[in-house]
């Protein structure tokens, strides 16, 4: 399927990942498909952490953050996904941590309540992720920080609040074009849709008010946030439409053609155009990020052993 409908992307999972030698075994498989596509994980560290199994649990981006070692976490997550073949790490988070909000659903992925705070940390994961070659993905736009309900299963309605919006999108003023790659949110407005299917969000305030000008992803187009809006190859159109460059379909590989037929269909070729446009921008930005990169040659037992100490100690590893 995918060697017949080839994807700009493909991001793995835990379940995709089980050691080291049959992940590299994967990706050489990927990297053999027309393209080829973007390698992606999500490796934040803490609860998100696909390659946990592989080599050995990593620092959450709070704890990272708490104790300064934002970087030093950004390195090691550049030099884990470099090991096994992987483009892109779709971090840092840049939602801010509201205690009674956010604090519930995300935890230890964000790294303050403070926007300065959030956007210093995120700059310094993005710097140790681009000095290993690996590139970023700032998340989740415009700002879950204000979400009392996870995504995953519900939507969320942020409350209409000018001066709380403004410092949820301060992080992502700070870092979007630093990491070229924005991820955007399933959550809405008061009244209004999800920011990943809304074109005033998806492309007004992030292109428009912002400036940016790389390459947005949507999150995952199956989480249950988006049941009332139609089904999977429905919200690949309305997402498309809306300005996500990127569409992640992350489960059901059985509607993957379904999806592919729906936006060559219903997303005019303009629009398609553009997005393809700035995703190849996004692959060149990650070539001259790995061109530049000095990424240590050493047994994995070393970067293993760095992992375990960075988060058991926090002291530089």
């Known amino acids: 399927m995918l060697e017949r409908l080839p994807p700009r992307a493909v991001i793995l999972f835990s379940r995709n990942i089980t050691s080291l030698d049959q992940t590299r075994a994967l990706v050489r498989e990927i990297r053999r498909?027309?393209?080829?596509?973007?390698?992606?994980?999500?490796?934040?560290?803490?609860?998100?952490?696909?390659?946990?199994?592989?080599?050995?649990?990593?620092?959450?981006?709070?704890?990272?953050?708490?104790?300064?070692?934002?970087?030093?976490?950004?390195?090691?997550?550049?030099?884990?996904?470099?090991?096994?073949?992987?483009?892109?790490d779709l971090a840092p988070v840049v939602d801010r941590l509201l205690p009674g909000r956010s604090e519930s659903v995300l935890r230890d992925r964000c790294a303050s309540d403070e926007p300065e705070?959030?956007?210093?940390?995120?700059?310094?994961?993005?710097?140790?992720?681009?000095?290993?070659?690996?590139?970023?993905?700032?998340?989740?736009?415009?700002?879950?920080?204000?979400?009392?309900?996870?995504?995953?299963?519900?939507?969320?309605?942020?409350?209409?609040?000018?001066?709380?919006?403004?410092?949820?999108?301060?992080?992502?003023?700070?870092?979007?074009?630093?990491a070229g790659a924005v991820?955007?949110?399933?959550?809405?407005?008061?009244?209004?849709?999800?920011?990943?299917?809304?074109?005033?969000v998806a492309e007004g305030l992030l292109r428009g008010n912002l400036g940016f000008t790389g390459a947005a992803f949507s999150d995952d187009l199956e989480m249950g946030a988006l049941a009332?809006?139609?089904?999977?190859?429905?919200?690949?159109?309305?997402?498309?439409?809306?300005?996500?460059?990127?569409?992640?379909?992350?489960s059901r590989i059985d509607l993957y053609g379904e999806c592919v037929a729906a936006v060559e269909r219903d997303v005019p070729e303009p629009r398609r155009a553009q997005a393809a446009a700035r995703l190849d921008a996004y692959a060149q930005r990650l070539r001259r990020i790995r061109e530049a990169?000095?990424?240590?040659?050493?047994?994995?037992?070393?970067?293993?052993?760095?992992?375990?100490?960075?988060?058991?100690?926090?002291?530089?590893?």
Not at 185 to 198: C, I, K
Not at 298 to 317: H, T
Request: charged letters at 25%.
């Open 33 to 88: 498909l027309p393209g080829p596509p973007l390698l992606c994980v999500d490796q934040e560290g803490g609860r998100v952490d696909r390659l946990r199994a592989a080599l050995a649990p990593s620092i959450s981006f709070r704890e990272a953050a708490e104790r300064g070692a934002a970087a030093r976490a950004g390195e090691l997550a550049g030099e884990a996904c470099a090991l096994f073949g992987l483009d892109v």
């Open 117 to 178: 705070e959030v956007g210093r940390a995120a700059l310094e994961f993005l710097k140790g992720l681009h000095a290993r070659g690996v590139g970023g993905c700032v998340k989740h736009f415009p700002g879950l920080g204000r979400a009392d309900l996870d995504t995953h299963r519900d939507l969320p309605r942020i409350p209409a609040d000018a001066e709380e919006a403004r410092r949820d999108l301060l992080p992502f003023a700070a870092t979007m074009e630093a």
């Open 183 to 200: 991820m955007v949110s399933h959550a809405a407005g008061p009244e209004g849709d999800p920011a990943s299917l809304s074109r005033a």
């Open 228 to 250: 009332q809006f139609g089904d999977l190859p429905r919200r690949c159109v309305l997402a498309a439409a809306a300005g996500c460059d990127l569409l992640l379909v992350c």
């Open 293 to 317: 990169a000095r990424v240590p040659k050493r047994p994995v037992d070393e970067l293993i052993a760095d992992i375990a100490k960075l988060r058991s100690s926090g002291r530089e590893a």
